[in-house]
């Protein structure tokens, strides 16, 4: 009878908090045994995540379930013979060495949790379930992934409808993974797949994502017809204001970061970065961002008290990410009714405040040295691809010039 394994929740015993702990069953020969995992949920958790589709935060959960079974599955297609022995010593062994794609994924993913970075987690194990996917559920060795294969998973992707560059963050994934093999010495520095004349990863295109300054004031001048709607948008207009701060950032400020008509932060994206490398962003807080503050705002305004009410102090590193997403999904479904309201044909979220913010300034005659140190970028570069075009009028009118000729 061959082995088979399903993820379980063990009601048995509730925990304090009212959620039971997550196991991995395994059946071999009518016999079964249970293995732990990290996860703990309630039973309309498990339900929900476990659904054969899930929806908002719990097709993250199920990804991640997924792959805690996968890690089973790979063991047991490793063993030379099956024995629950055997099993038990490679699967509670949390410091087995990394023997194929799959399994250095896996160990790089829990060290990423290990130092609370759940939402790169998250994203390693997104595109950890795609690469099984395409390559089937057995093993990958190291030097299985060739430009060929590169080649034939960036085909399978976009025929599956994914973007490139969807594409390109997965692949991004897949090059460190193989970095840390030649580097462990798993796999011959000859046998690197990536670069010139062998695979390149797609940079995807770059959409352009600003809104002009009269879209902008569409949006100022937008009379909110409900509470939610109210705070959405003013959500999206304070990360406009406010340099294009993202939304988790926003999430994170405290009232400690406000001094006088400036508001100061670190970008999450670049906080574990080292200390000579952080740049603080100052931003100023004009009428309009002081009111959106004293509108929804937390009580009382100390110091240590957070902003706004995303997220809550004492949240695991994966709560946090999913109140973030989930803060970021409500805004965003809000912006696109308000856009609509107001004729505003492209696609926005809150991500546009951020292009809008600079291109709008860019517009205006700043310095794009000023952009840069405004975004917090290290390279100017970077802060050209944020950049949109000019509007049309403005191309029209810069056309004229060309014929604009002085009567003598």
Not at 230 to 251: H, M, T, V
């Amino acid at each position: 009878m061959k082995e088979t394994t399903a993820v379980y929740l063990d009601t048995r015993r509730a925990r304090q908090d009212g959620t039971y702990p997550v196991q991995i069953r395994v059946t071999y020969q009518r016999q079964r045994k249970y293995y732990p995992t990290k996860y703990t949920l309630s039973e309309e958790d498990f339900k929900k995540a476990t659904n054969p589709k899930p929806r908002g935060n719990y097709k993250d959960l199920k990804l991640e379930l997924i792959a805690v079974e996968q890690k089973a599955i790979n063991i047991i297609d490793n063993l030379p013979a099956f024995s629950f022995v055997a099993f038990e010593k490679k699967y509670l062994d949390t410091k087995a060495k990394a023997t194929d794609v799959y399994s250095l994924f896996e160990s790089y993913i829990a060290e990423l949790h290990k130092q609370q970075r759940a939402g790169t987690a998250i994203s390693y194990g997104n595109a950890l379930q795609s690469f099984r996917i395409f390559a089937g559920r057995k093993v990958l060795p190291f030097e299985n992934v060739t430009p060929d294969w590169l080649h034939r998973y960036e085909q399978h992707m976009t025929t599956q409808g994914k973007s490139l560059t969807t594409v390109g963050i997965y692949l991004r994934t897949l090059r460190i993974i193989i970095n840390l093999a030649i580097e462990d010495g798993m796999l011959a520095k000859e046998l690197y797949p990536f670069g010139k004349r062998k695979y390149q990863i797609p940079a995807g295109r770059n959409v352009k994502k600003a809104l002009t300054l009269q879209d902008m004031q569409k949006i100022f001048d937008y009379a909110p017809q409900t509470a939610a709607e109210a705070k959405a948008r003013d959500i999206f207009l304070f990360s406009y204001l406010c340099n294009g701060i993202n939304i988790k950032n926003i999430a994170r400020l405290r009232y400690s970061n406000i001094e006088d008509d400036k508001v100061s932060f670190v970008r999450a994206k670049t906080e574990r970065t080292s200390k000579k490398n952080q740049k603080t962003i100052v931003a100023m807080l004009t009428a309009e961002a002081k009111e959106i503050i004293t509108r929804w705002g937390s009580q009382p305004a100390e110091p240590n008290q957070l902003i706004f009410d995303i997220i809550s102090d004492g949240l695991a590193p994966e709560k946090e990410v999913n109140r973030i997403k989930q803060g970021a999904k409500t805004v965003n479904k809000y912006l696109k009714r308000i856009a609509k309201s107001v004729g505003i044909e492209k696609n926005i979220s809150t991500y546009t405040a951020r292009h809008s913010f600079s291109t709008i300034l860019k517009r205006s005659g700043a310095p794009i040295e000023f952009i840069s140190e405004s975004l917090g970028h290290h390279d100017l570069r970077t802060t050209e691809s944020y950049l949109d075009s000019f509007e049309d009028d403005l191309k029209k009118q810069y056309a004229g010039m060309l014929t604009n000729f002085t009567k003598r």
